[in-house]
């Protein structure tokens, strides 16, 4: 015997408690349930943002805010034009959640804690009567005259209306597939570098503002470097990540970068300003003291790799140790060989081709009555807030649709 409902989100995660959330508010009298494959839901929820929950970012500017968005730039424009991060500061605060800014922009509760914000989306959906089913991995979905069949390992279920909800689940983009829509191949989206490198081996916790390339592509990216003790981290490395995750992975993660710890300043720039510190300095020892604004211990490090002996005085720096010393300021190679997970964020880049959806509703292209939302489709973003914003989007419109 079969259970029905008129909406069924399959994904017990926060974009399928927001869309259900945003469903029944507009239609009370729909009979709306939430399948999750688990024996708790919004876990991830609990994890995101160290247990704090990095709920938006504090852009406003739909224009913006695509630019944070290595896959789905161009298919989100329209979507943030309807529901941007000021609306979701709104939503919760409508719904009894404070939010606040950081310095860098990403908004959690003001509580600090992720708990808030599932508080949040259980009392709503307790207050909504949206019915919670744990324990029901999908086996089968498939469309029935006009009534979508979702079978899981435990129970039968029909629906009027399904919205897929799942994240980054090969499983159910295999079921997806099934149906007839393209999947793009999922591949690690945030992640930073492993090096062993004696340049850096020795400076965890250091961090510069640089440039970093990766050589033999167009992949290029500014902003704070952190060494760690596998390699490198920091918003630069993560940027390159997010950006180049398709031919990163090509790659299999063995590639070079160079790295331009003076960020804008280039070879020949370099070489002239160190010609003008030798003037200046000229009695002072090179190795002792960074003459530009990046730490010593990272200074000492590149004027050994160029050569230079740890006694020699700026007056004694040849031209070819200039030439060394600016090359390793500005164009070092590192060799990269593998990749670490970045702290919990575990974003995936693939998913359903975005061709396949229409955006004005988050419905399939291929069938009717079947919506999107969250990280199922081929949407990423960087670390910040985003992701979560485009799962709050993308619920706010399939609601919207769907009522």
């Given at each position: 015997m079969s259970q029905h409902f008129d909406v069924i989100c399959v994904g017990g995660g926060a974009a399928g408690f927001f869309t259900a959330i945003n469903i029944a508010e507009k239609n009370p009298e729909l009979r709306i349930a939430i399948l999750e494959r688990g024996k708790e839901v919004l876990t991830k929820v609990r994890i995101s943002g160290g247990g704090r929950c990095n709920v938006t970012h504090a852009c406003f500017e739909p224009n913006e805010l695509v630019k944070f968005y290595p896959r789905g730039e161009k298919e989100l424009k329209g979507p943030f034009n309807q529901f941007c991060s000021g609306d979701t500061i709104e939503w919760f605060e409508k719904h009894g959640v404070e939010l606040k800014i950081e310095e860098d922009g990403r908004m959690f509760p003001v509580t600090d804690s992720s708990e808030t914000i599932i508080d949040?989306?259980?009392?709503?959906?307790?207050?909504?009567?949206?019915?919670?089913?744990?324990?029901?991995?999908?086996?089968s979905l498939y469309q029935a005259e006009e009534f979508w069949k979702i079978d899981t390992q435990h129970d039968k279920f029909t629906a009027t209306k399904l919205v897929l909800t799942t994240g980054s689940n090969p499983k159910m983009w295999d079921m997806i597939a099934g149906l007839g829509h393209s999947i793009v191949a999922p591949v690690p989206s945030l992640f930073t570098f492993n090096i062993t490198d004696k340049r850096i081996k020795e400076?965890?916790?250091?961090?510069?503002l640089a440039t970093v390339k990766v050589k033999n592509t167009k992949l290029e990216a500014t902003g704070p470097l952190l060494v760690t003790h596998w390699g490198m981290s920091g918003p630069a490395i993560l940027k390159?990540?997010?950006?180049?995750?398709?031919?990163?992975?090509?790659?299999?993660?063995q590639f070079a970068i160079s790295v331009n710890w003076l960020n804008d300043l280039d070879l020949a720039e370099a070489e002239t300003a160190l010609k003008e510190i030798k003037q200046e300095n000229s009695k002072k020892i090179v190795s002792k003291k960074s003459p530009f604004?990046?730490?010593?211990?990272?200074?000492?490090?590149?004027?050994?790799?160029?050569?230079?002996?740890?006694?020699?005085?700026?007056?004694?720096?040849?031209?070819?140790?200039?030439r060394l010393l600016a090359e390793q300021l500005t164009e070092g190679t590192y060799q990269v060989s593998g990749k670490s997970t970045y702290k919990d964020e575990f974003v995936t880049a693939g998913g359903i081709d975005l061709k396949e959806i229409n955006f004005k509703t988050m419905q399939s292209k291929l069938h009717s009555n079947l919506y999107f939302a969250g990280e199922i489709v081929n949407i990423d973003a960087i670390t910040g807030g985003f992701n979560f914003q485009n799962a709050w989007t993308s619920g706010f419109i399939v609601g919207n649709s769907i009522s």
């Open positions: 949040c989306f259980m009392n709503a959906s307790a207050k909504a009567g949206i019915k919670i089913i744990t324990g029901q991995s999908v086996q400076l965890p916790g250091v961090s510069a390159l990540s997010a950006w180049g995750a398709p031919i990163l992975a090509e790659k299999k993660y604004e990046f730490p010593n211990r990272l200074w000492e490090k590149l004027v050994v790799a160029a050569e230079v002996s740890e006694e020699t005085k700026w007056a004694d720096l040849s031209n070819k140790h200039i």
